[in-house]
């Protein structure tokens, strides 16, 4: 006689994966929207920021996107500032919230998720010292804080919830005040250190942004930076410079995806190098980074 054994397996879970993943690029004027729009579609990019974008066509950029059945719109603030521009997939809810001088704001809403987007540019090396710069770092990292505030207040949540990224090209080093210190945005490269959230300096609590950008430089081999030039203002060889960055808040460290963070120089299989410097001839004289916030998953 057969007996038949009945097992009972254990039920799977399946957890939705919500995610943003970004790409920024300082095009230095040019219209790369072919370019940009082959690198979102290989890197399956949901949300295009450029920065000086005065020279690229919305309507060429969207046209490239639709035609690799990548379906964009434009986000826009004010269309009279053609510096910054925005594009998100359809399926994307991103707001204009607020913009200032070397910043456009965005919310971006995900499930039940919400995030402060900030795209900053700041002014170049070229025509602004780095102190001055960094006072520029320390007005608007306050500015985006009060932002932070507000939009909280907004949710009905306290100031410990920011889940904001703040992106762009900063004409600024990870390691210059206006990054690193206490009064600019205070983004540190110590993962320990930022999950603390603040610190107090004279009395005062001074809230973390964590950068990923560190893991860039010093690398022994390929590109270390997103920005290549032999020599500064200050005869300073650095050669290669880290101005792209990405500063997250301490809640969304745990949400990088490392393995989708890098500084590309690559797309569609055409270098956007030349001899180990950046062919800015051809392309931008700066490289395009990407980067990807993920929650929940499979299991």
């Known amino acids: ?30 219209d790369l929207a072919e370019e ?18 005065e020279n690229l066509n919305s309507f060429h950029m969207l046209s490239q996107l639709h035609k690799r059945e990548s379906r964009f719109e434009q986000k826009e603030v004010l269309p009279v500032k053609e510096d910054i ?82 992106v762009g090209d900063f004409n600024l080093h990870p390691f210059s005040s206006g990054i690193i210190g206490c009064h600019g945005f205070q983004a540190v490269y110590d993962i320990r250190a930022a999950k603390k959230g603040s610190r107090i300096v004279e009395d005062e609590e001074r809230r973390f942004y964590y950068n990923p950008m560190w893991d860039i430089m010093g690398k022994h081999s390929g590109i270390m930076g997103t920005y290549y030039c032999e020599s500064d203002q200050d005869d300073r060889s ?46 931008s004289d700066h490289l395009p980074i990407k980067f990807e916030i993920r929650t929940g998953g499979k299991s």
């Open 36 to 53: 940009i729009a082959d690198c979102a579609t290989e890197n399956h990019i949901d949300i295009i920021i450029t920065a000086e974008s």
């Open 238 to 283: 650095f050669y290669w410079y880290t101005f792209d960055q990405v500063l997250i808040r301490p809640i969304l460290i745990e949400r990088f995806v490392w393995d989708e963070f890098a500084v590309i120089t690559e797309i569609s299989g055409k270098t956007l190098l030349q001899n180990g410097k950046i062919n800015k001839k051809t392309y």
């Open 85 to 166: 521009k925005l594009f998100a997939k359809e399926t994307f809810e991103v707001t204009v919230y607020k913009e200032d001088k070397h910043v456009s704001l965005f919310k971006v809403h995900e499930k039940k998720r919400n995030y402060l987007l900030a795209a900053v540019h700041f002014s170049s090396a070229m025509y602004k010292s780095e102190e001055s710069r960094g006072r520029r770092a320390d007005d608007l990292a306050g500015f985006i804080e009060n932002q932070e505030k507000d939009c909280n207040k907004e949710r009905g949540i306290s100031e410990e919830e920011y889940q904001t990224i703040v």
């Open 1 to 30: 006689m057969l007996q038949y054994v009945y097992r009972v397996l254990p039920k799977r879970i399946i957890v939705e994966v919500i995610k943003i993943k970004c790409l920024f690029w300082n095009i230095n004027k040019k």
